[in-house]
Structure formats: C-alpha cells, structure tokens
C-alpha cells in the first residue's frame, strides 16, 4: 500500500523457543508457588528468555543494519511499540486501580460504612486510616512508620525527571547529527538510572530493617512493594535497554534519519518516568 517493497524476514525459531522458554519459566515459578520448590526450573528459564530475547534482537539489529527495512516497516516497529507501552499502561493501571479500591471502598467498608453489622462483628474496633497502621487481623502487623516523601522519594523523583531531560538532549543530539553530544548525555542519563536503582535498594533496606514495611506488613506492604518493585523492574530493563543503545551509539549505528531503535528505547524510559511520578504522589504523598 506505500508503494515499496515489504520485507518480509526468513522463518525463525525464535518464536517458538522464546515460547518453550516462557513455559519452562512459568512451570518453574508454579512450582515455587505450591510445593516450595522449582527455582532452578524458574532460573533456568529464565536465562532461556533472556538468551532468545538477545539473540532475536541481534537478528533485527542486523536485518536493520543491512537494509532490509523500508518506510512501511518502519511504521510497523512505531505501532508495535505503542501498542506495547499501551499494554505497559493497563498494566500498571490495573495496580493503581487496586491501591484506589483498597483506599476509596475497601477501608470505609471495613469500618463499618455501607455494612455495620457486620463490620461491628467481626471487628469492632477497626478504624480506618491510611497507612493502616493496625489491620483488624491481630497476627497481621502494620508497618512501624511509613516513609517522609520529601527525602529519598523525592530525590529518587528529581533523578528520574532529570534522567528524561538528558535523554531528551542525547536524542535531539541524535537528530542532528551530533554524535558525540549523543553519547554524553546518554551516558549521563544511564548514571542517573544506576543512582535511582541503588537508591531505591538503600529505601528498601530501611523499610525491612527500620519501618517494619514488609511483604507481610498488612495491605500497606503489600501494594508498597508491589508498586514499586514492578516500577523498579522496569528502571532495570530501561537501562539495560539505554545501555545497549550506548554500546550501539559508539559501535557507529544509527543515523539523524534512521535510528528508530533509539528512539523506542527513548520511549520507554519517559513512559517509566511518567509512571514513577504517579508513585510518588499516590504512594508517597498522598
């Protein structure tokens, strides 16, 4: 329909291997679940969709690098992209539409709101708050104190911001040609993502060793660190995506009018930026 050609690539594996891969990952994940056992079933596949994920993209880095693609595939790879970030979005809406339920329905209804009887039944004493410092169930306990928003989130919060700007900078730098601005403040951006990680290791070493905030502490933890460590995750993959991209930049890809895989990487990174700061207000803040 664009009048070109449409490349069209050779039969591949990957598919199914990463397929096999995802399966033996899952299995070993269940198993962890119910019998307490499967680590190294979860661990070894694990490491086989990481292998079919790097070697699946070395293919297209190469095809790319060739020629094969043409304008129409170039569309392609841009809606493909969005409709992943789309999925990202649902994705972390489903966990912020939980935290909104649990502290918009779920806690005034335990406090006897729309259903006292009830509620007065089977705890009597429940008051709502958030954090829920004391859940109703006594062999639950709640975390000791919650986090000041205004110290390490923040600083987290400033470094992510800040880590969009330089990313925006190496991209431009990108457009026009200038390589070495790219690499600079892509390297800048890729230490700004290092020190968001580590700092974020610190906060959780002090939510289990000083704030009682836990995995097991009551319905607070549990969505604190379900919030944050998926974000956390994707902080890793965005940098280890951004790190690729260096090593791209100084192996001499890209070019001012081709460099797609440049800029999906850039997409990412400002969508996980966008995410965090919805963290910080509703986690944090708010």
């Known amino acids: 329909m664009s009048g070109g050609s449409y490349y069209v ?5 990957w598919p199914i ?7 033996v990952m899952m299995v070993g994940i269940g198993m962890m679940l119910v019998h307490d056992r499967g680590t190294s079933v979860m661990v070894l596949g694990l490491l086989a969709v990481l292998a079919v994920m790097g070697l699946w993209f ?8 060739q020629g094969l693609y043409d304008a129409q595939m170039d569309r392609s790879f841009r809606q493909g992209m969005a409709w992943f970030i789309f999925s990202e979005v649902m994705f972390f809406a489903a ?39 004391s859940p109703p169930d006594p062999a639950i306990a709640g975390p000791a104190q919650t986090f000041s928003p205004w110290q390490l989130p923040l600083v987290n919060t400033l470094i992510l911001v800040a880590s969009s700007i330089t990313l925006t900078v190496a991209h431009e730098g990108l457009k026009e040609g200038r390589r ?23 906060e959780y070493y002090e939510a289990y060793t000083y704030y009682g905030i836990t995995l097991d502490a009551g319905i607070y933890g549990a969505t604190f660190f379900l919030l ?14 951004l790190a690729v991209m260096f090593v791209r930049i100084q192996s001499g890809h890209f070019s001012s009018d081709n460099h797609f895989g440049f800029e999906a ?15 910080f207000l509703f986690v944090y803040v708010f």
């Open 265 to 279: 990487s850039c997409w990412y990174w400002h969508f996980v930026d966008v995410v965090w700061i919805g963290l």
């Open 17 to 23: 291997l990463g397929s096999l891969a995802l399966g």
């Open 228 to 241: 944050t460590g998926f974000h956390g995750a994707h902080v890793i993959i965005g940098a280890t995506i």
């Open 180 to 202: 070495e601005t790219t690499r600079n403040w892509l390297f800048a951006t890729l230490v700004l993502a290092i020190a968001f990680i580590i700092i974020q290791g610190v």
């Open 58 to 65: 070395r293919d297209v880095v190469r095809e790319s690098r």
């Open 95 to 133: 966990f912020f539409g939980a935290l909104f339920y649990i502290r918009t329905f779920a806690l005034p209804w335990l406090d006897g709101e729309g259903a006292k009887g009830v509620a007065a039944l089977l705890w009597p004493d429940f008051t709502a708050s958030w954090p829920l410092m």
């Open 9 to 13: 690539p050779a039969t591949s594996k």
